[in-house]
């Protein structure tokens, strides 16, 4: 996992990323408030997030090629507070390759590794 520490608070690092995202006019297709279905059990965990998104126009070569790709895509990343600090975390897309039969693609993974690092960094502030 690629991690970068955030020098924002953790509701301005989300608000970041979701609109690093926006702005590059990709698709958000999900929120995942992990500590939210925490407390909804009635246990404390501390602000942690996925925020899952992507572009079709991307992923669907891959898919294309191997279906089972699926399973890791859409683009994924999560933030959480860790005691004071907020981190950004995210799997390096170009190990895709490496379970599924999408090294053809790897110029797309590279893309796809450059626009994470990028969201990751304008999110982290």
Same mark, same amino acid.
């Given at each position: 996992?690629?991690?970068?520490?955030?020098?924002?608070?953790?509701?301005?690092?989300?608000?970041?990323?979701?609109?690093?995202? !926006?702005?590059?006019?990709?698709?958000?297709?999900?929120?995942?408030?992990?500590?939210?279905?925490?407390?909804?059990? !009635?246990?404390?965990?501390?602000?942690?997030?996925?925020?899952?998104?992507?572009?079709?126009?991307?992923?669907?070569?891959?898919?294309?090629?191997?279906?089972?790709?699926?399973?890791?895509? +859409?683009?994924?990343?999560?933030?959480?507070?860790?005691?004071?600090?907020?981190?950004?975390?995210?799997?390096? +897309?170009?190990?895709?390759?490496?379970?599924?039969?999408?090294?053809?693609?790897? +110029?797309?993974?590279?893309?796809?590794?450059?626009?994470?690092?990028?969201?990751?960094?304008?999110?982290?502030?």
């Amino acid at each position: 996992m690629i991690i970068n520490s955030s020098g924002s608070s953790y509701e301005d690092t989300v608000r970041f990323l979701i609109n690093a995202i !926006e702005d590059r006019g990709l698709e958000l297709f999900a929120r995942i408030d992990h500590a939210a279905g925490a407390r909804g059990v !009635e246990l404390e965990l501390a602000e942690e997030e996925v925020i899952v998104f992507g572009s079709p126009r991307s992923g669907t070569p891959l898919m294309q090629s191997d279906p089972r790709v699926g399973l890791d895509l +859409p683009l994924r990343m999560l933030v959480w507070r860790q005691g004071e600090e907020v981190c950004l975390g995210y799997h390096d +897309p170009r190990d895709l390759s490496l379970e599924y039969d999408i090294s053809l693609h790897q +110029p797309l993974l590279e893309q796809m590794a450059t626009l994470l690092a990028e969201l990751s960094a304008e999110a982290a502030g």
